[in-house]
Structure formats: C-alpha cells, structure tokens
C-alpha cells in the first residue's frame, strides 16, 4: 500500500488547512485510514481516523469539533479538514492504513497502522 499526503502548509491561528491521503496498491476488505500528528521533542498521538466500510470516525479530544476526517470511496483517499487551527496544532501529519482494525481503542493506539506516509508539516503561527 503507498500512501501520498498532500496539503500541509502554513497559516496563521484559526485559519483552516486541508490535508489529503491518497492510497493505491493493496486493497482490504475492511480497513481504517487514521491521521497522526508529531510535534518537534513529542510522541506521535493520534488525530482521527475513519473505517472505510460504514464511515465510523473517531476523533482526538484535542481536535473534536475542529477536524473532520472524510473519505472519497471512489478516489481511495482519506481527507483531514482542519479549521480553528491553533499553535498548538503544528506537527507532521502522517496518514496511515489500519488494515485489519479491531476495537474503537486498538484504532486510535495506533498499535494496528502497518502503512504510514511519509508526512506532511504543517505549521500555525500565532
């Protein structure tokens, strides 16, 4: 599976970016697409993520009623609308493909994404 991030920038506080995943390759039955995030001197944690089959999403407290995360089954790519971004929300962003998810925590641990992106940097200034 290759994944390919794409819109990643800078902007200033509450302004809005869209970051998207496209995927090709290998393709599963049932599978999630996640996006991650990792600051400068920080772990990576999870953003949100969505279960292609029945558009499930599950969402970071830190970004809930921020972000949206979308998909386009047709176009095999996963969307990360970010709006009201905050300083604080400055990292790498990486897409990720979970292929066999299990429960609504073993999807946000980040424990089951065998297919990363190479990452996206996004940067808000305040």
């Known amino acids: 599976v290759q994944l390919v991030e794409s819109g990643g920038g800078s902007v200033q506080a509450g302004g809005s970016l869209r970051l998207s995943c496209a995927a090709s390759?290998?393709?599963?039955?049932?599978?999630?697409m996640g996006w991650f995030r990792q600051a400068p001197g920080k772990e990576r944690e999870f953003v949100a993520a969505i279960r292609w089959s029945g558009g499930s999403t599950y969402y970071a407290d830190s970004v809930k009623g921020r972000f949206t995360i979308s998909r386009d089954n047709a176009r095999n790519t996963v969307y990360l609308q970010m709006n009201s971004l905050k300083p604080e929300d400055t990292a790498v962003y990486y897409c990720a493909v979970d292929p066999y998810p299990s429960s609504r925590w073993g999807v946000m641990a980040g424990l089951e994404y065998d297919y990363w992106g190479q990452g996206t940097q996004v940067t808000v200034s305040s």
């Open positions: 390759g290998r393709t599963f039955s049932s599978y999630c």
